[in-house]
């Protein structure tokens, strides 16, 4: 038997249109087999009333159909449950995604979906909000909180406003507690990663695994414009744990001290938060339907 699966499409995710997809995915569906219903969600609050009532009629799945934040918003929903995610990527980085090895073609993707292999993956919570992929604070959240406001999307958009608030950011102290010790630094950027990518194979923790039962945190100290470039690089070759710039350390949980209420970027959006940030893993929280 075939599952039983609700797929939510995200219409502005990506900066993509996505008025054909209801067909497209419809008809594949039916290729393969699947029992599916379809709905574009235009809002938070439906993603979340559709997820749920998913859970409430045992589906098998529900497919996010967009990036790490119509991700999040599913997965937060079904953390803990037996109902799994599925994923047609769609969104600007697609982080998960790529981590889980998704095939970014639709009709493969659905393919993948109807020949249901779960794997267990764990997941974070951040003073009670839960992420799958990674949170940060710094430059990522501040770029996260220009980027959700923008009326352009996609990566074009994206990298503009990396490149034109690179000098204009400033540094806050924080202090992190973690593993029986404390760092007090001046962060330009400080993740705290499930998995290993912000997104378009840009791999700000090489080391961090979705299923290790740690979070890997990655710091990156006071950077000048001529860090840039060479950081740049090392993040696509994965080697940014490398760097003299750069601290890392692991994690069950960890306590984040800042000067003041700030953005966080979860799993991509921009989330307004306490000076007070506590973090804490969730081992093997979500079931997920991988590639076999």
């Known amino acids: 038997m075939k599952p039983k699966v609700r797929f939510i499409i995200n219409p502005i995710s990506g900066g993509k249109k996505k008025t054909h997809l209801p067909e497209v995915i419809r008809n594949a569906s039916l290729e393969f087999g699947l029992e599916a219903d379809i709905f574009l969600c235009n809002s938070i609050s439906e993603t979340k009333e559709k997820t749920k009532e998913a859970v409430l009629l045992n589906y098998h799945a529900v497919i996010a159909v967009g990036g790490d934040g119509t991700i999040n918003l599913i997965g937060s929903e079904i953390v803990n449950t037996q ?3 599925g994923i047609i990527p769609m969104g600007s980085g697609n982080g998960l995604a790529r981590s889980l090895r998704i095939p970014f073609n639709i009709k493969k993707a659905i393919k993948t979906i109807s020949d249901y292999n779960l794997q267990s993956i764990d997941t974070g919570e951040v003073n009670g909000i839960g992420f799958i992929n990674l949170a940060g604070i710094g430059f990522d959240a501040h770029v996260a909180g220009i980027f959700h406001k923008s009326e352009r999307r996609g990566l074009i958009s994206y990298a503009k406003i990396i490149l034109r608030e690179f000098n204009r950011f400033t540094k806050e102290p924080i202090e992190i507690q973690l593993e029986g010790k404390t760092i007090q630094t001046k962060a330009f950027l400080l993740a705290v990663c ?14 961090a695994s979705l299923r290790d039962g740690i979070f890997h945190i990655t710091i990156l100290k006071s950077l000048k414009w001529y860090d840039a470039p060479r950081l740049a690089f090392r993040l696509f070759k994965g080697t940014i744990h490398l ?16 000067s003041k209420t700030g953005l966080m970027n979860i799993d991509g959006e921009p989330i307004m938060l306490s000076d007070n940030l506590n973090i804490e893993m969730r081992p093997l929280s979500l079931n997920v339907i991988v590639p076999d």
């Open 83 to 85: 109902v799994a995610l």
């Open 194 to 207: 499930n998995g290993p990518q912000f997104g378009k194979n840009a791999i700000i923790a090489p080391l």
């Open 243 to 258: 760097d003299s710039n750069t601290e890392c350390f692991t994690a069950k949980s960890l306590t984040i001290k800042k």
